[in-house]
């Protein structure tokens, strides 16, 4: 028994019976290094449960005489409360958690309506407008440009705590991003008096290595806070060298103003969210105080810090450092025209690419992208069939461009073999993948890849990789096999543009930009497109009804990946989000699909107004006109509403065609009609819609109007 007198070694060995030091010689060990700090003037404390799940504190402190006294505490109420905080404080980092990927998954779904708001007023404004109507306008479009703005620094500060934002690592020209600084916020610094001036180093390099984007994100944040703040006087722009290694270099860039100015306590709220200096600013000057936050989470990613001296009426210098890479000359883009970019591609004319892509639609852009600017080109469907024609011919390419989703060999593996082989260890091979993000880059780099370009094509993006890869050009051209598809060089003709300026689904903008602004190709591309991939959807339903996830996924990619190239954006974003709704096994799959279905139509919308008035052939090779000449059956006929109905159906590529007929052959009881229909049946089932309707057409045609006679 443990009372009063009780030795301290018979209380120690009380609780290693107990079991309170655990077993064995370690829980002896742990229980004697306790009498010995009791013994020796220090506190000792222990905590454990009773067998009714009451929690006791049990501390020993050292007595007079040697001796020690023990308490007894129950400590099970604090216990719960700490259990409860804990539990209250993990359940808000996750409802903080959940809101930052909320609104960073959210990302393009916000900023998109925006977009077209503004986009839409650009083109309201390029028309002749009365005075009123056109400041009405102007007015819009400042409101649509701050409302934006608001948004993009919510979305990035949500994206930055969801951990969603990744540096580029890209070469960059330090003075284009000065310029374009200049270029925005110099004239609010004109409309207020304010000289802007900028200062460098001499010792600063022109090139450098990291992301421009985050760089001029940060440098405008500051310039135009400087700028807003400042009534009169001057901003200033400096920069500074702090140190220069082979590896490395870190710099320090400064923004002066000689504005409103702060006391210690605002400068000390500064780089708290949601946060301004007080609130009579916010009120007078607008912002959402965000942000200084983001451009400080920048910084810090780039390896640098962020600090601000200020003296209130005298003005602020916000100075920050960042480190960054060296990087050449000849590595730097320089984004020109595509003219002048087709000019420089003159070192590479004859130069011999292997080009590896599973879509024939993807294969048609690059190969024609290529052959403008003089490139010879042999396209391969799929990884084994690119080292098939590597190994058949070691040295006759001088670049690889290689898809990463593809059959039977993907890109990945495809590298890793080639690079197995010493031939082919200076082979430049370029990734084209839609995932840009930093993992894929990552992965495309660990598997011996050199560079990587996004989807859809950018001409420009494309001639700065090959600009930079392809440095020796063999002089003979590549034994080919006789069967291998290629594409030669032939000249770019130019007409006078007969594009529309919109269609249903379509940026076509973008896609003449893409295309070098090739109308012919663009049109043919988009001619064939529903013939190509008219059946796209239906084989997602189908391998999604089977449970083959994986291929339904690629498919979706594969699609997505289509639609991009083609400039098919609000397509290419449904099937994106498709994709990941079945990788991820998301609960709204269905509606994703039903989306993407609606998506589609607006695309084959777009087409066929884009086509109207030229004389094309429609998606299965018979003239509209000769279709509508074309009576399916005569209205006397007991089965010709619903054959109409049919039709309609297989035209516009739905996959209720297949129960639709499935019904309709159930209540045709003719054997002589189901003999008839029956290879329509059989097109059916494949989901060659296309195929299904021709036949269709031809067996009424045939009957002269009367399939049931």
Known sequence: EIGVGTPIEDYFSFLIGRGDYGDGEAGRAKALQAANDVREGRMHRVERATPSGRMLAIEAAPGLSGGAVITISDITRQKEHERELETARRQAQHADHAKSEFLANMSHEIRTPINAIQGLLYLAQQNKLSPKLRNHLNKMEHSAHTLLTIINDILDFSKIEAGHIDLDNIPFDLQAVLDRIRSIVGFRALERGLALTFHQDERTPKYLRGDPHRLGQILLNLVGNAIKFTEQGEVVISIQVIENFPEQIRLEFSIRDTGIGMTPEQQGRLFQMFNQADASITRRFGGTGLGLVISQRLV????????????????????????????????????????????????LRGARVLLVEDQPLNQEVAAEILRQAGLQVQI????????????????????????????????????RQLRADPRFAGLPIIAMTANVLAGERARCLA??????????????????????????????????DANARTETPS??????????????????????????????????LLAGFPEQ???????????????????????AHALAGVAGNLAATSLEQAMRRLERAIIEGADDIRLRFRHAEARWQEVLTGIDQLNSGTETTDRIGVSHDARANQPLLSDREPWAAQIAVLAELLTARDLKAKSYFAELMRQITDPQIHQQLQPVGQQIERLHFADALQILNQVMTSSGSNVVD
């Open 380 to 415: 391969a469907d799929q990884g084994q069939e690119a080292l098939a024609a590597l190994q058949a011919n070691p040295s006759g390419f001088d670049v690889v461009l290689m898809d990463l989703q593809m059959p039977v060999l993907d890109g990945y593996t495809a590298t």
């Open 533 to 555: 991939h008219g059946v796209a959807l239906a084989e997602i339903q189908i391998t999604l009804d089977a449970g083959d996830k994986e291929q339904a996924a690629h498919r």
């Open 491 to 524: 000249p770019i003709k130019t007409t006078a543009s007969t594009f529309p300026n919109a269609a249903p689904g379509l940026d076509l903008t973008a896609g003449l930009r893409r295309l070098g602004g090739n109308e012919t190709l663009y049109r043919r």
């Open 447 to 480: 598997a011996g890849m050199n560079d990587y370009l996004a989807k859809p094509i950018d001409v420009s993006n494309l001639y700065q990789k090959l600009r930079l890869w392809v440095k020796n050009i063999a002089v003979e051209p590549p034994a080919v």
């Open 300 to 347: 810090e990613m780039m390896g640098g810090r962020i600090v601000v001296a200020s003296v209130p009426d005298q003005g602020s210098t916000f100075r920050f450092t960042a480190a960054f890479g060296h990087a050449a000359p000849e590595e730097v883009e320089t984004r020109q025209e595509s003219s002048h970019v087709l000019k420089e591609m003159q070192r």
